[in-house]
Structure formats: C-alpha cells, structure tokens
C-alpha cells in the first residue's frame, strides 16, 4: 500500500500531453518506467521517446513556472544561437590558419577554402574543404550575452547539428583573469555521425592549447569557433563491395559538410533534477539484448541533452530480497554482471536526490563479487545498514563525471 501523502495519475508516457499534470508541483523526477513488451515499437515509444517527453514536460514546466514569477528557470538552456531566426547570421567570420609553415608543400597543394552559408531547411551551412598539410578553417563569433549574464552559471554547451561523420572541434576564446587583454583558447573535439544529432560538451572537458594556460574559466569566454582539420579525422570503417570484408580507411578527409540548427548552454545546479533507472545489459535475453539497450541509451541522451541535471543509474539484474544486507559495487565501463536488490536501488535513488556529488554522473551498480583475473579492481563501498550511512559520495567521488 502507498502512502497517504502519495498521489496517484494516470498518464502515458508516450503521450506527452498526459504528463503535465503528473509534475505539476514537482521539483524532481525518477523515472524507473520501462516498457511491457520487447517489441523494438514499445521500447523506442517508452525508454527513448518516453523519457525524452517526461524531460521535455518537467523542462517546461519549470520554465512556464519562472516565467510566472517574472523570471528565468534555472533548468532553462541559455540560447547562443539559432539560425533560422532573422539575422542569427550575422557576426559569424571565417578563418583559416596551419599549425606549422610548410613553404614547399605550400606550392602543390590545392589550398583551402570555406562558406559558412543558411540553407534551405534554415540551418547554417559550414562547408569546404583543405588541402594544405596542418591547415584548418573556423567559423568563430564574438559572443553577445544579456547583460550581467556569462557562461558561468552554465556547465556546458549543446550542439544541434547534421553531421557529415568528421570529427570537429569547438573552439574558446578567454581573456586572461590576471592579464585581460592576453587571449586563452581552449578546445574540445567531438565526432559527428550523418544524419541529425545533440552534441553535448562540458565546459570541464575543454583543455588548453597552450599547456600553461590554467583550467577554462567559463566566466571569461567570449568567442566562440567551430574548426575544421583534416589531420584530426578518424578513419572509418568502409565495406569492400566484392569481398564484404570491413576495413579502416579515412574517407575524403579533406572535405567538410556540418548543418547546424543551434548552439545553447546548458545550466548549472547543485543538485540533480532528473533520476533515471536504465539498465546495464546484464540478464536481458540474447535475441532481446541489443533492441533493449539501444533505447534505452536513446532515453539517457535525450536527458543528458535536456538541460536538466541528471543522474542515470544502471543496476544489474533486479532481485526481491531485503536491502543494505550486502556491499555494493559501483563501476562504470558495462562490466558488472550481478544482481541488486530492488529495495539497494531505491535507496540509492533517494540518496542521489540531495547529493551534489550524483549530478551529471552515469554508473553501474550491483552486488558485490569477486572480479574475473584480467577484469581489473572495481570501486568496492561498503553498504551498511544504516540510514545515516553516507555511502554514495565516496562511491561517486571516484567515477567520471558527464558521463
């Protein structure tokens, strides 16, 4: 029986409409919703399209409700950019650099060249190509903020794109706390895939390019770029159309084509918003694993991309029995195979609500056993029996963040 104070609707989650009343007077969520079949329909409507809509609802209200203060929503994202809005071209400048002077390569080679352009569908349009060895082309735009607004109270940009597959670079610009007129840049590379996507990339992420300049300080950024370079670009896998065999190969590295919708940074908090019970992999059925999974990673990016502060907690296959009988093992890399207790996970869940530690973080957690020679050594906590037991920090502390 649940508690009298507990209130009761009913609502679908693949139906976003009928959520807005199941926040309404919530400040934080946790969803352990999954769906009741294994048909690929039912786990993208409920783990991916589900937990995007619940975000999305939760978001929104927290907004509407700012905005009935005469505010801003602290869980808003801030927008940078959207180029299908009238004049969100203009103060875009393309530059082009080497990272070495190459005098006699500089004579054969094809150069470079770049348009940064609006397309049909109202996106920005970055594309080109370069050929001079250690070259590389940038869009990059001074950033214009309201007023008495930095990009300190944010933790991260999101990046709304239709990539070609390359990898890119998204570029800095500081000024110097101690010297304001001396410039810092920082960077920080992230991969593509074709078709659209959200790029999510925290600011803790971003690293110097000169090594002695000290960590991002996010309050003094000002500009902001995208890069292009060939000697960064990966190679791929590519089908050999005669032997189906798969080899690696770089595919015209040379040449670039990235659509982008928006840029928006996303807030910062002490504390998560948002707890989302997904799974680790372990006990699904063969024929059932890989459907299963894949929404499941779609539900955790669409709230990693929401702007809300979140936690996503992968437990090993859950079992009916008592709770706080057994230390847990917290871990991340998909690597744990045991059981947890249903009454283990519960706790945790209610545990990472108020501790700032669990924020922005993504983890396995299971039973505790003895690894496999080879495996490496898990963080092992001692799960005490005690509600005052301050178990998750230490265990957190030690995983990645962002992640």
Same mark, same amino acid.
């Given at each position: %029986?649940?508690?009298?104070?507990?209130?009761?609707?009913?609502?679908?989650?693949?139906?976003?409409?009928?959520?807005?009343?199941?926040?309404?007077?919530?400040?934080?969520?946790?969803?352990?919703?999954?769906?009741?079949?294994?048909?690929?329909?039912?786990?993208?409507? +409920?783990?991916?399209?589900?937990?995007?809509?619940?975000?999305? +609802?939760?978001?929104?209200?927290?907004? @509407?409700?700012?905005?009935?203060?005469?505010?801003?929503?602290?869980?808003?994202?801030?927008?940078?950019?959207?180029? =299908?809005?009238?004049?969100?071209?203009?103060?875009?400048?393309?530059?082009?650099?080497?990272?070495?002077?190459?005098?006699?390569?500089?004579?054969?080679?094809?150069? %470079?060249?770049?348009?940064?352009?609006?397309?049909?569908?109202?996106?920005?349009?970055?594309?080109?190509?370069?050929?001079?060895?250690?070259?590389?082309?940038?869009?990059?735009?001074?950033?214009?903020?309201?007023?008495?607004?930095? $990009? /300190?109270?944010?933790?991260?940009?999101?990046?709304?794109?239709?990539?070609?597959?390359?990898?890119?670079? $998204?570029?800095?610009?500081?000024? =110097? %706390?101690?010297?304001?007129?001396?410039? %810092?840049?920082?960077?920080?590379?992230?991969?593509?895939?074709?078709?659209?996507?959200?790029?999510?990339?925290?600011?803790?992420?971003?690293?110097?390019?000169?090594?002695?300049?000290?960590?991002?300080?996010?309050?003094?950024?000002?500009?902001?770029?995208?890069?292009?370079?060939?000697?960064?670009?990966?190679?791929?896998?590519?089908?050999?159309? /005669?032997?189906?065999?798969?080899?690696?190969?770089?595919?015209?590295? @040379?040449?670039? @084509? $990235?659509?982008?919708?928006?840029?928006?940074?996303?807030?910062?908090?002490?504390?998560?918003?948002?707890?989302?019970?997904?799974?680790?992999?372990?006990?699904?059925?063969?024929?059932?694993?890989?459907?299963?999974?894949?929404?499941?990673?779609?539900?955790?990016?669409?709230?990693?991309?929401?702007?809300?502060?979140?936690?996503?907690?992968?437990?090993?296959?859950?079992?009916?029995?008592?709770?706080?009988?057994?230390?847990? +093992?917290?871990?991340?890399?998909?690597?744990?195979?045991?059981?947890?207790?249903?009454?283990?996970?519960?706790?945790?869940?209610?545990?990472?609500?108020?501790?700032?530690?669990?924020?922005?973080?993504?983890?396995?957690?299971?039973? /505790?056993?003895?690894?496999?020679?080879?495996?490496? $050594?898990?963080?092992?906590?001692?799960?005490?029996?005690?509600?005052? @037991?301050?178990?998750?920090?230490?265990?957190?502390?030690?995983?990645?963040?962002?992640?």
């Amino acid at each position: %029986m649940l508690p009298r104070s507990v209130q009761v609707f009913e609502g679908d989650l693949g139906d976003a409409a009928t959520l807005k009343s199941a926040v309404e007077g919530s400040n934080k969520i946790i969803c352990c919703a999954t769906a009741r079949s294994s048909m690929t329909v039912d786990l993208y409507r +409920v783990d991916h399209q589900g937990v995007y809509n619940l975000a999305k +609802v939760f978001q929104d209200y927290n907004h @509407n409700l700012a905005q009935m203060r005469a505010g801003r929503s602290s869980k808003s994202k801030l927008l940078i950019a959207k180029f =299908s809005l009238p004049d969100a071209m203009k103060g875009w400048e393309l530059r082009t650099g080497t990272y070495f002077a190459d005098d006699i390569g500089a004579k054969y080679d094809a150069g %470079m060249d770049a348009e940064f352009t609006l397309g049909e569908d109202g996106n920005a349009v970055f594309s080109g190509y370069v050929f001079t060895r250690g070259g590389y082309i940038e869009v990059t735009k001074k950033l214009s903020l309201p007023p008495g607004l930095s $990009l /300190e109270r944010f933790e991260g940009l999101l990046l709304s794109v239709r990539g070609d597959g390359k990898v890119y670079s $998204l570029i800095l610009e500081a000024c =110097s %706390m101690d010297n304001p007129p001396q410039n %810092m840049i920082y960077f920080a590379r992230f991969s593509t895939r074709i078709g659209y996507s959200r790029v999510r990339i925290p600011f803790n992420i971003f690293r110097p390019l000169n090594l002695k300049d000290p960590p991002l300080n996010s309050f003094s950024v000002h500009t902001l770029a995208i890069r292009f370079e060939p000697r960064k670009q990966r190679p791929v896998p590519v089908r050999n159309a /005669e032997n189906g065999v798969s080899a690696k190969t770089i595919r015209d590295r @040379n040449s670039f @084509n $990235l659509h982008i919708d928006y840029i928006k940074a996303l807030p910062g908090g002490q504390e998560t918003d948002f707890i989302l019970i997904s799974c680790a992999g372990a006990g699904i059925h063969p024929d059932k694993h890989q459907k299963v999974l894949m929404a499941k990673q779609g539900g955790e990016a669409a709230l990693r991309n929401s702007g809300l502060g979140y936690t996503i907690i992968r437990p090993g296959p859950l079992q009916v029995e008592p709770g706080g009988q057994k230390a847990l +093992v917290f871990d991340q890399g998909n690597r744990i195979s045991q059981g947890i207790s249903c009454a283990d996970v519960a706790d945790i869940c209610v545990k990472a609500l108020h501790n700032p530690i669990a924020r922005n973080r993504s983890f396995d957690v299971c039973h /505790e056993y003895i690894s496999e020679e080879g495996q490496g $050594l898990y963080e092992l906590v001692a799960h005490l029996p005690d509600k005052s @037991n301050n178990y998750l920090t230490p265990a957190l502390s030690v995983l990645q963040k962002n992640t």
